[in-house]
């Protein structure tokens, strides 16, 4: 029999455990995922979409890396979209309503079809930890009585909302972590045992009403990109039928409804105390905060080819039912609507993701890794993500190889990580662009080029993929070499032809390259000032890299200075012993913040929130004292 | 000053009193000091290691004495640099001094370079790099109203106008952040942005500006005269030095054909200004002597309009009331002894006056003086930022420059937001950096987001 010890568990089967079960699977460490319920494996739970601005970053960074999300969203997605495409390349991003039955299917297929990948049904009740490490899990089989125990090598938790799940529909409150699933009690005492703080989340979701209910002929009709452009780098394909969704809003008859029955919200009776997310927020919320809104929007989205269940975005309430059904009908083309499933909100346990590690192993527990909503996070790509790589962690732990970490100018992922397990969370934390200060760096159409690599070294991106991605890169780099060194002499057509696309006349010769730098010109503007046409890729997806590069090279040149200041912070080690009382010109609050979280590096303590770069001066001032190394400007 | 100072020899420097003076402070600080010098100190009572101040002879090294002294000692880290340290107060002649200074330099101790005190104290842990900044900028303070203003500054941590200039850019750059990550959830609403960068850039200008005036400040208030030609400035300007001299009598001679001249007015120092001086007819001449005025006026603390009591108030004159009318000032009608006309102007003061024949020439002063004793006591509201902020304001400049060029070339969102972004990061260094959640915070507040 196989030593335990080379085994991972997954516990949990949502969208980071499916990600974590995928990946430790592929990476050819024996992996078994344990599930509440087989068949609500890789459930969307919530909208029946994938992607969006900064999500559709992570898919792509999964997809690059070796990751399903971004496969089984291209084979069962229904509309796919590009938002921001009025905007640049970097803050572009892609997304797609998707089936949900059948997301969830090709799913399950993937998982049981995935050699070295078993599936187990039950509950996990416990933790076995020896000296600081983890042993196994306490397994209990609904078909037995008693529990038992299955070791393994490390564990990867991914148990989503259910930990203390708490549901609210009015004042009516059941156990669950998601409608009509128990949830897991035991887990959230286990892991309180074992050293973790928990933090109490609530997240919401709307009514789903039946299509047939609706009358659509008034509203406003949404559709998808034609053609629709996919997500994965690899070989897949777009072949379900493409849907449309539609738009409608509130208005001030529902939003009088709204605050007549506020009290029996439990948001603002006072009954839910967990701490939700601040931009994903319930329609009561939107109402009284934004009192002169005289409508929002909400947009109607299909759950699923096979399904009438219609997903109304931007109405997530825990309001009673009857209030649900009263405000509903006040919205345009919803006069007869039938709810299929009242709307409701979640509370539930989180642990504090500050005692997390860059690799999301448990600091104080080695080979726990917890991954999803359990970290404090929101949204599917967000836990995929973050499944993904405990999964590969999780695998590299028992293959005795180091952790892979990512930077924050590697990847979403990067930033995520680094976010939550350096600042912690306050609300469910969710993806934006923003959060990444490298984003012009960090798009979709570069993840393949950013993580490829990695996922190919680390044996997760297969051979063939791993082909496709070399082809690519190549006819980027034949683009980008031509650009730099074909030079365009003035002539009377080329001035011509710059001069009738707004653009001025060339001077003196210039190379492609530097042309293109002209805002007003596009990569093909640029190409048809070459007489002879040239033997490079006419492939959109490689000539938006390759132009997008050229256009933002001077903001990445900045960005790129401003990585590396960071890696010199980086340089500058803070030893754990650092007695920051003993440092002049430190606040109170900040000396408190830096005890407790013992940063490595100067760069880790100018994350810590409230931190004045005169305060990491005074700190670096402090440690150069002690060991007089070169000093980084700070 | 060199960063690469080595910190384990003892250093001394002549710290107040250069001779000759009453009396003179050596101040002297490092390891071991109480030891290396005690063989050389005749105390009454014997040196002790703690804080304490006593009378001791001061002895050569061949134990001769030089001078009986006063003897502060400070025990590490109870000092000022934290090390253990000694002043020695003695006769502040050249000679005593000198022989002092032989004493130390015997005893293995080195002069201070300028201000390793302070670096000691930093090193130490006496004192942030901030506070030794602060230190550096008290020096250049020369007018009461801005020594309040420093230590406002150092007791508030964040200026009301530095922490506004923040709040302004993080708006801004939330705007440009919800038109990205919530493009399709919140309808965005209509901003201009070009107008509150125009605001941004002159709150940075005005604060650089306040700095730069109180840098070269070995200025004292400005009194300006100003007023059409003929109104009789100059012979006011001439009765008013006349007058206050003959009342303050410690001040020296001055040029009489400067059109600038001292004057003290209440407890300060003031330089009366006169603005007349072209008088050529000739409509380019007439505007540039009344742009130059106007330079004048600008940079007062306190302005008095000289009219012609025959001629009245000219247009002219009631511009002038309405553009400086923030600065103190007040209307003073000349030549009283020509005419009984008294020619009044809005709510400002007016005070008669006959330069000529000196009459009410003391009702004018005392009132000017008293203007000058309420502005010398009105603490200015303005915020004064310190010498390393000012160098970060000045390099915000160039950057909001650059922002408002990419914001009037219709660059998209995400690159202004990386204009934004940079100048932020410049302003980090004057205030607490921006963390990604005030920027999200600024946009839940000010949007409506979520689906």
Known sequence: MLDSSLKIIIVGGGHAGCEAALAGARMGVPTTLISLSRDKIAEMSCNPSIGGVGKGQLVKEIDALGGEMGRNADYTGIQFKRLNTRKGSAVQSSRCQSDKVLYAKRMRETLSQTPNLSLLEGEVKGLLVEDGEMRGVVFQDPASLSPREILCGAVVITTGTFMRGLMHCGSSQRRGGRYGELDSLGLSEELERLGFRLLRLKTGTPARLLRESIDFSGLTVQKGDDPPQKFSFAETQISLPQIDCYLTSTGIETHTIIQNNLSKSPLYSGQIKGIGPRYCPSIEDKVVKFPDKARHLIFLEPESLSSSWIYPNGLSTSLPQDVQEQFLRTLPGLEEVKVARPGYAVEYDAIDPLQLTHSLEARHIRNLFLAGQINGTSGYEEAGAQGLLAGINAARSVMKAPHLKLGRHQAYLGVMVDDLVTLGVTEPYRMFTSRAEFRLSLREDNADLRLSEIGYEIGLLTKDDYKLFCERKKKIHTLQTYLKRTVVKPTDKGNATLVSLGSSPLAYPQTLAQILKRPELTLADTLALVDTPPTVSHQKSIQDVVEIEVKYEGYITIQREEMKRLENLDKVGLPPSLDYSKIAGLSNEIRQKLTERKPSSLADASKVPGITPAALTAILFHVKRKSPLATPSV | ?451
Not at chain 2, 14 to 19: A, C, D, I, W
Not at chain 2, 67 to 95: R, Y
Not at chain 2, 353 to 365: D, F, H, P, R
Not at chain 2, 434 to 441: A, K, M, N, R
């Open chain 2, 1 to 451: 000053m060199r960063s690469n100072l080595e910190t384990h020899t003892p250093i001394f420097a002549l710290t107040s009193g250069r001779p000759p003076s009453a009396v003179s402070a050596i101040r002297i600080s490092g390891e071991n000091i109480f030891s290396l010098l005690s063989p050389y100190l005749r105390a009454k009572t014997p040196l002790q290691r703690r804080r304490r101040m006593f009378l001791s002879e001061v002895l050569s090294p061949v134990k001769h004495k030089i001078d009986e002294a006063l003897i502060l000692s400070f025990v590490s880290p109870h000092s000022f640099t934290g090390e253990d340290t000694l002043e020695l107060h003695c006769h502040g002649t050249k000679l005593i001094v000198k022989e002092i200074e032989k004493l130390l330099l015997h005893l293995g101790a080195r002069p201070a370079e300028p201000g390793e005190f302070t670096y000691r104290a930093i090193l130490n842990g006496k004192m942030s790099p901030r506070d030794a900044e602060d230190l550096g900028d008290l020096f250049l303070i020369q007018r009461p109203v801005d020594l309040h203003a420093f230590h406002e500054r150092r007791e508030r941590s964040l200026s009301d106008q530095i922490d506004s200039l923040r709040r302004d850019l993080i708006r801004l750059q939330s705007i440009y952040e919800t038109a990205i990550d919530f493009s399709e959830e919140a309808e965005a609403a209509h901003f201009v942005s070009s107008q509150s960068l125009r605001e941004i850039q002159s709150t940075v200008t005005n604060l650089i500006h306040r700095y730069e005036i109180i840098k070269t400040n070995a200025r004292p208030y400005k009194l300006a005269l100003v007023g059409r030609p003929n109104a009789g400035k100059s012979s006011l300007f001439n009765a008013l030095l006349t007058r206050t001299r003959s009342i303050v009598s410690d001040i020296p001679g001055t040029t009489r054909d400067s059109i600038e001249d001292d004057i003290s007015l209440g407890d300060d120092d003031w330089k009366l200004i006169d603005t007349a001086g072209i008088r050529t007819t000739g409509d380019t001449l007439e505007k540039e002597g009344i742009e130059m005025s106007r330079l004048a006026l600008r940079d007062s603390d306190m302005w008095l309009l000289v009219v012609d009591a025959k001629e009245g108030i000219h247009p002219q004159d009631k511009q002038l009331v309405e553009e400086f009318g923030s600065i103190p000032h007040a209307i003073i009608c000349n030549k009283m002894d020509l005419t009984d006309q008294r020619p009044q102007c809005m709510s400002t003061k007016t005070i008669p006056v006959s330069a000529k024949t000196g009459e009410n020439l003391l009702e004018l002063l005392s009132e000017i003086r008293s203007m000058a004793n309420a502005i010398s006591e009105t603490p200015r509201r303005d915020y004064l930022p310190s010498t390393t902020e000012v160098q970060r304001l000045q390099k915000l400049l160039p950057l909001l420059n650059e922002l408002m060029a990419a914001d009037q070339a219709g660059l998209p969102p995400e690159l202004l937001s990386e204009h934004a972004a940079a100048t932020l990061r410049e302003l980090n260094g004057v205030t607490d950096p921006v963390t990604q959640d005030e920027i999200l915070g600024r946009i839940f507040s000010d949007f409506c987001i979520g689906k």
